[in-house]
Each structure stands twice: as structure tokens, then as C-alpha cells.
């Protein structure tokens, strides 16, 4: 179960994310939120979370590049990408995010608690 020791940042300026942010901050994780890429990233030198959340489509550069930024930390983030499905890039942008070294893709539309569930495998041993 992801648990209060657990801190996850989530990366969404158009609150896509905010049913999966909520079912955390339910189970008691600290949750913070940013809509920049900029300012996801002083979070992330800030609260150092132990996992990111993020939609493919936030300001200041999108989810590829903080993904970018984050594999050049010394400290290893978990990182989950959220792309819409109907998307015409979608197979090109999942394979481009595969290849950067994202721990999950999450088609949108998302089932929130298969979404905590894959969040909960990936954290808990």
C-alpha cells in the first residue's frame, strides 16, 4: 500500500491527475502538486518525492524533458507518464518515453486504482 512514508509529486497543470492524487492522499502519502516543469523540478530537489506523476502535456517543456532532467539526479525517482490515448503520436511518444527510462506509460483514460495499484508494485518490495 503506498503509505505516509511515501512522498509523490505529481506534474499536472489541467488536474488529469487529480483523482489518482487524491486516492494517495487518501492512503496517507504526502502528495505535492506542480504545473511546471520548472517547478516540479525544486520540488524535486526540495521534498526529494520517491516518485513522479506526470502528464505528458505540462508547461515549461512537458513530461519528456522533466523526465530528461529527473534521469540526471544521482537519486533514483520513480517516474510514471500519462499520455492521452487518442492521441495520433501515441505509439511514437510511448516508444520515446520507453527509451528515456520512464517506469510506466498510463494511457489516458486511467482506471485510478489500477493506477495506485501499479504505483503500490513498484514501491513496496
Known sequence: ????????????????????????AQRGSRVLKS??????????EAAEPHAILADLHVSGGGAMYL??????????????????NHSSGFADARKDIEAMGADAIIPIPFETEDVVKRLESHLLP
Open 1 to 24: 500500500m503506498v503509505t505516509k512514508n511515501h512522498t509523490l509529486l505529481f506534474v499536472d497543470e489541467i488536474n488529469v491527475l487529480n483523482p489518482v492524487w487524491e486516492a494517495c
Open 35 to 44: 504545473g511546471h516543469v520548472n517547478q516540479a523540478m525544486k520540488l524535486v
Open 67 to 84: 523526465l530528461s532532467l529527473v534521469r540526471r539526479q544521482e537519486r533514483k525517482i520513480l517516474f510514471f507518464c500519462f499520455v492521452p
